[in-house]
């Protein structure tokens, strides 16, 4: 789960790292409210889950209150990369040009088994583009997982990154950063930029931090965050029904099987037979015809999907019920665009009965699932996808 910046920094906060001061506002007048408060120039920032919003001009310096409360009117409303901005964040500006900007962060990375801690002197908002052109630029360094990062071993990576100012407060931040990372099974923690002032003290501007989903059974404090309007609205209604399900982008054909290997090769196969998938839907082992059910509702629920390919090879699954499940989706007019399926495994034949009532130009059952993707992946080709 993405967290926005504020609620970031909240978490940094409670770690003990030094968070620039700021405040959350839905509207212009409170946000003039914010600045009055503050005394003093603020910088008004877009809170939406993409990077780079100050390039897409959702981060705004406010020399003054009216200035604050415009570019509020401009930022709340805002269309970035497709999020809508519903709220800002107004922090007491810092001035940036007295001070030095760099970048810290932590991602769990597969290839160390472990986290790796990244520091660059080249911090800001292009930080992107130094991964990508100088990446040399950015230190890397392995946090081992049993003590986490300690003191001197953050302090060896800010020397080597660079990093002027007092080292001891940074090593310290870097720390602090870690161990709410860790305790927060973070999948990426980044502060930037991490702002040096000018006599050295570290201060976190901006911070990216995102929960592992699967940790947050385990994180009652943080569940509060999730935003269900800056989430795809079919993600919510599937976590409701506890599916896998993921929304695909540029995709024409809804897929939905039994486990995550048959849907992960039925997203290939899909490929293969020249479409494009438009989500992945993984109903789970042993499921009854009720969940199949609720699958195929929220798979045709989708407007992009204009064929469903449905892949099941049953072992704990039944066949019969997930027929049952389509057969009872087709009867309440649910189903409106065209299945094509593969089921095999335990009672196969029974679902062949069953089906072979039903069988029509909306279901459609085939021998293989290449066959069945090839169908599928045609129909939606014809009825035009992306
Ligand atoms: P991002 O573009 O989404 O990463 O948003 P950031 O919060 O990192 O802000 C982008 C840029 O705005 C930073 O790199 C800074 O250059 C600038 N910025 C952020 N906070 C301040 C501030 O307090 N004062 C000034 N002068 N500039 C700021
Ligand atoms: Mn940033």
Redesign the pocket.
Known sequence: MKLH?YQGKEILRQFGVNV?DGKVATTPEEVRAIYQEYGQ???V??QVH???????G??K?SPNEDKAEENARNILGMDIKGLTVEKVLV???????AGT?YYVGMIVDRNVQSYTLMASAE???E?EEVAATTPEKIIKYRVDPVTGLRPFEARAVAIEAGFKGNLNKIADMMVKMSKAAFERDAVLVEI??L?IEADGTPLA??T?FEVDDNAMYRHKDIAHYRELSAEHPLEVEASDYGFAYVKLDDGNVGVLGNGAGIVMTSLDVVNRAGAKPANFLDIGGGAKADVVYNAVKLVSKDPDVKSIFINIFGGITRADEVAKGVIQALDDGILTKPVRMRIAGTAEDEAKVLLGDKNSDLIKMYPTMFEAAEEAAKEANALGGK
Not at 50 to 56: I, M, S, W
Not at 91 to 97: M, N, P, Q, S
């Open positions: 910046e620039q120039p603020v910088v920032k877009a993409v990077g780079g919003r100050g390039k897409a959702g981060v310096f922090t007491r500006a810092v001035d940036i040009d900007e911090g800001g908002m930080i930037n930029p702002f501007l901006d990216k």
